[in-house]
């Protein structure tokens, strides 16, 4: 079946690197997405990978694919205040996305 | 270049009136797709539409639930008679096409209160 696993929470200190992490089931899904939806928002499209890449740097984003074990990571380098959010990813499976729960993210000043 | 509209951004109805949820799409997209966020919850897929026709809607509950996309306008999601268990944001997201590099953008969301 179809499902996406994240941890709920992750805390961190301004200016510290925050890695937020998701295992999906379907190994057919050509791209995989983090989205950011921030409080009484919509969904922010951050970045997105190719199930054929391993990795994809995009400024202060890292974003590890590791497909055998199906897992996928997002890493903010040097994590601001202004990136506290609730953090998704969603796998693509036909036309439709599948969501994890969300990770929210606090980052401490 | 506006992005996906969403209207209205708040709604409250009482049980057993009818809700009616809009949406119009970014210029150029002709791919529409409807979720729901139940409180302290990921996004629920419901349905995908291109104009005039419901392509997928594997995630739509079966009964009171109905959702269109005309060839003019926006796509309306319709839910008739609302329970309060229907209480949640109600996002849409749309799409160039359905090609694996498209990416679905989403609009701010409805967020449906049922007294």
């Known amino acids: 079946g179809e499902d996406v696993e994240q941890s709920l929470f992750l805390s961190v200190r301004e200016g510290d690197s925050s890695v937020i992490n998701c295992t999906y089931t379907?190994?057919?899904?050509?791209?995989l997405y983090w989205y950011k939806q921030e409080p009484g928002a919509g969904l922010q499209l951050l970045t997105y990978?190719?199930?054929?890449?391993d990795m994809k740097q995009d400024q202060r984003l890292t974003v590890l694919l590791n497909k055998k074990d199906k897992h996928l990571s997002l890493r903010i380098a040097d994590t601001q205040t202004g990136d506290s959010a609730i953090y998704f990813c969603?796998?693509?499976?036909?036309?439709?996305?599948?969501f994890g729960q969300g990770t929210e993210l606090s980052v401490k000043p | 270049n506006a992005g996906v509209m969403q209207n209205p951004r708040h709604l409250v109805r009482r049980r057993g009136q009818e809700a009616r949820l809009r949406c119009s799409p970014m210029?150029?997209?002709?791919?529409v797709y409807w979720y729901r966020q139940l409180p302290e919850e990921g996004l629920k897929f419901m349905v995908y539409l291109q104009k005039e026709n419901i392509i997928d809607e594997s995630g739509m509950p079966k009964e009171r639930f109905s959702a269109e996309f005309p060839k003019e306008g926006p796509s309306i999601l319709r839910i008739q008679q609302v329970v309060r268990g229907d209480s949640a944001a109600y996002f849409c997201a749309s799409s160039y096409s359905q090609g694996a590099t498209d990416t679905q953008y989403f609009g701010p969301g409805t967020r449906l209160t049922v007294l």
């Open positions: 969603a796998e693509r499976t036909g036309g439709k996305l599948i």
């Open positions: 990978i190719f199930s054929n890449m």
């Open positions: 379907d190994s057919s899904s050509t791209y």
């Open positions: 210029k150029g997209h002709s791919h």
